[in-house]
Structures are given as C-alpha cells and as structure tokens.
C-alpha cells in the first residue's frame, strides 16, 4: 500500500472558544471524526457456498469474561425457543422507516431458536397476481435488559444478497429522555450490506439536525456471510469504542445533545442512559436499495446469532467533559490547490483512502485507469444510484465562511451526464456544493464552480465525481481537476 506524508496544519479549540459563537474564514471548526479501515480484500464468491451455522455451545462458568469486567447478562440461545423473559418480538408495517419493504411480523417464523443460534429469517411472497411482498424478524430487550454502559458483544453471521441490511444495534430504554430520534442517541454496533459482505459499519446517531459518526472495518480475507465473526462495543462515559474479533478499528467521543430553540443538553447527553440491544434484518430501503433476481430467500439470507453477552466494570468515572475539537487541515499546494496527484501524473493505487480513489457499489461495476494526465472510468453497469460508479478525493479541509473553487476538464466517449459535489461524509452526508448535473460532450471542456461554505468547519470533505445511474454508461475522462480558496 502506497504510503504519503502530508503536510498540514491543526487546529485546537478550547470549550470556551467552541461555546462562543465565532463566524468567518477558519475561526470555527468541527470535530475530527476518525475513520478507520484495517486491509480491503476482494468478497468471496458465495452465492451457492453452504452455510455453516454450527455454534459455539457453553455454559456460563466457560464463557471466557473480558479483563475488568463482569458477566450481567447473556443469551447462549441454547435452547429450544426464544425466551420471552429476554426478548421482545417487534411488529412493524411496511415502509416505517427508510423506506424498507418488510413488513417485520412478530412471530416464531421470521425470529426463532435453532441449533444454538438466534436466526432471523426475511422471506418474500409473490401472490397469484404477482405482486410481491416480504417479511421479516426484529427483536430487542427493552424493558428487560436495558445497562447503563458496558460492553455490549455478539457472534454473528450475516445474511448475503442483494437489499439486506442487518443490523446488530442499541437504542435507549427511554426514548422520549432527550427526544425522539435521533435527539435519543442511537449506536450501531454491526451493519453489513447483503452486497458488501467484507465490510462492517459502526455507527452513532445524535442531535437535531442529525448528525453522525462512522468508522468501518473491512476483512482482510473472508466474508461477514459464511463465517461467524465477534462484534462489540464499549459504551462508557464520554467514549465509544467499535470492536471486530477484538481488534478495535474506530472510537469517537465527539457529539452533543441539543435542537434549535432549547439549551445544550450536559456532556455526554446523549449517551448516558441505558441503551437495551436490536437485532433485525431489513430487506431494501435507502440505503442497500432494492433485493433482485439473485437475492436468496433460504438459509443464505438469514442472520444467525450465536450469543449476546453484556458485560460492565465496576464503577464508571461520570465526571467527563467534551472532548477539545481538534482539526487536521491539509495545506494546498504552492499552487493552491487542495487536490493531490490532480494532473492524474502518478498512477497511484485507486482502492486504497489515500488520494484518488475509485469506488463501485449499490450493483455499480466498472474499472478506473490513470493514464496520459487523465484518469479514464470505463462503466460496465451503470447500478442502481447515482454514486454506484464513483471517484473520490478525501480530506478536503472545508472552512466556514470561505469561498471554494472547483474546477476540471472532462469529456466522454458518448453524450452523457455526470455529477460533481463536495461532501461531509463525516458529518451526515452535508453537500458543501451539491450533486451538480453537468453535460458532457465528446470534447474536451473545462467545468468551474464556485460555492460558499457556511457550515461548520471540517477536515474531512470530499471531492466527487457521480457518474452511476444516470442514464449511461458511456466511458467518462477527466483531468486538471483543482480545487481551491477563492480569497
């Protein structure tokens, strides 16, 4: 992996300079928000691989407890039955949030007891006119297992294909404590896509406006489907940490409490409360789009939970204070130019998060090359999002209350659309200069645009080039892209 030292600059705000509020040019700044990846590898090819759901079966003198800390509950799933007196079964319609399209049906069909694991098991209907529906299992311990910090662990397989979205997650006993969500807090421990099966994402949710902060870990072999794997987090005052089989890959201890019109709640708000745990499987919404031909509907498409186990210390220290903001601003060149490698002169590595980066997703597929000062992305399917076919340059180090030029050349080999933005991946997906529909013709032309940047300050932009589902996949050449300070 190519490795590049980078000059930059940071800045470090005290509490009392983040409570004041400062406007103009790089006088208030964001927190930084880590992301953290361990070695991206190819997913295994598993769409007829079968299924291993053996678990582990011990009792509770043999479960090995972590240093510091106590047992105070867990679930072997030993069984023959899910126990009523651990878990709640929910029942939701269609549609009840990010547009998913299971209906989640409270019953021992969808979320039951087998061989040692919890399996929850989506299924699709199709009725004699054709239409088609689906079903599927959530089940949480409210009211029955809510623990004001701890380690909060599960062994757990995921289920492969396209439109899954299972989860392995926390939300507070009370919800109303600080508000609806996301003023409640949520926290994400496990996210795998059905599509994507080498990579998790933990993640919390806070604040009006939303707000959230994400790190992912991708396997360096193997896929998240075919073998069991240990997920968990470590809840505690004022720090959250994300575990993958013990390796810790992302923590954040940057977030707040509070809605327009009402006073910050006190740090850590909101998260220090009792959160219960949430295992479900979504099928289609938002995010992992729509299940397709290939989607299974057997044993392929289930999760299977081996164990949950909560564990806590002794006491916990709640006298913490928030975290000083600190920002890693990267310097533009002597140039002014914030892009690195923007003449496409180096034929760098287009997978790693250095630099260019080259991304396929949401059934996108297609290929990049660096070559002659230009970088060529040929598209083979053009997926179901805009952003399926993707190029990307991270760290932008976006000041509030500047002026920012981004400019390019760009051309394809057909007419066809394509959509510069600059984003905050970090802080919620905010477009600092929106997804811009731009036409290409088969010559060469030079784009420019210029944008305010009136959100808080962030070291953490992107630069991006959409060119998915937009009608073609006509191959796209750009070159000389500059971004830059307008004074």
């Not at 479960?63 to 651990?86: A, C, K, M, R």
């Not at 060149?333 to 760098?348: C, K, R």
């Not at 660096?370 to 999002?385: F, V």
Request: hydrophobic letters at 30%; one cysteine or more.
């Amino acid at each position: 992996m190519r490795k590049k030292m980078m000059k930059g600059f940071a800045l470090i705000l005290s509490a009392a300079m983040l409570a004041s509020s400062v406007t103009g040019c790089g006088k208030k700044e964001t927190a930084e928000v880590t992301e953290q990846t361990s070695e991206a590898a190819s997913s295994t090819d598993s769409e007829e691989a079968s299924i291993d759901t053996s678990a582990t079966d011990v009792s509770e003198d043999e479960i090995e407890v972590p240093s510091g800390f106590n047992l105070v509950w867990h679930d072997e799933f030993n069984g023959t039955e899910l126990s009523e007196d651990d878990w709640n079964r929910e029942k939701h319609q269609v549609g009840w949030v990010n547009h998913e399209l299971q209906e989640y049906i409270p019953t021992d069909e969808y979320s039951f007891v087998k061989d040692g694991n919890l399996v929850i098991q989506p299924k699709k209907t199709v009725d004699d006119d054709g239409n088609v529906s689906y079903a599927s299992g959530r089940v949480n311990t409210q009211n029955k297992h809510d623990v004001k910090y701890g380690r909060f662990e599960a062994r757990i397989k995921f289920p492969q294909g396209k439109g899954y979205l299972p989860a392995f997650w926390m939300m507070p006993q009370d919800e109303d404590h600080y508000g609806q969500w996301p003023k409640c807090g949520e926290i994400d421990i496990a996210e795998v896509l059905g599509d994507n099966l080498t990579v998790n994402y933990g993640t919390v949710h806070y604040g009006e406006p939303h707000n959230q902060n994400q790190g992912t870990y991708t396997l360096a072999s193997g896929d998240f489907a075919n073998d069991f794997h240990v997920f968990a987090v470590d809840y505690e005052p004022g720090v959250i940490k994300w575990y993958v089989d013990g390796e810790q890959y992302y923590e954040t201890s940057d977030w707040f409490s509070k809605w327009p019109g009402a006073p910050e709640k006190t740090y850590p708000a909101p998260f220090d409360q009792p959160f219960h745990v949430i295992l479900n499987v979504a099928v289609g919404g938002d995010w992992p789009g729509d299940p397709d031909d290939t989607t299974p509907f057997d044993e392929r498409g289930a999760m299977y939970v081996d164990y949950v186990r909560i564990y806590q210390k002794d006491s916990y220290d709640e006298n913490v204070e928030k975290p000083v903001k600190v920002l890693e601003m990267r310097e533009a060149d002597e140039t002014g130019n914030f892009i690195h490698n923007s003449d496409f002169a180096e034929a760098e590595d287009l997978t790693d998060d250095l630099d260019w980066k080259f991304m396929a997703q949401n059934g996108g597929v297609g290929t990049a090359e660096i070559k002659d000062n230009e970088i060529i992305i040929t598209t083979e399917d053009a997926g179901s999002e805009e952003y399926s076919i993707q190029l990307v340059q991270p760290e932008m180090p976006m000041e509030q209350g500047c002026k920012y030029k981004l400019s390019f050349e760009a051309y394809a080999d057909e007419e066809r659309q394509m959509k510069p933005a600059v984003t905050a991946p970090t802080a919620n997906w905010i477009r600092y200069f929106p997804d811009t529909p731009i036409d290409l013709t088969t010559e060469w032309q030079p784009f420019e645009f210029e944008f305010d940047m009136k959100d808080e300050s962030d070291d953490k932009g992107r630069v991006e080039f959409n060119m998915g589902n937009q009608g073609s996949t006509a191959t796209i050449h750009i070159r000389n892209v500059r971004l830059e300070k307008v004074e």
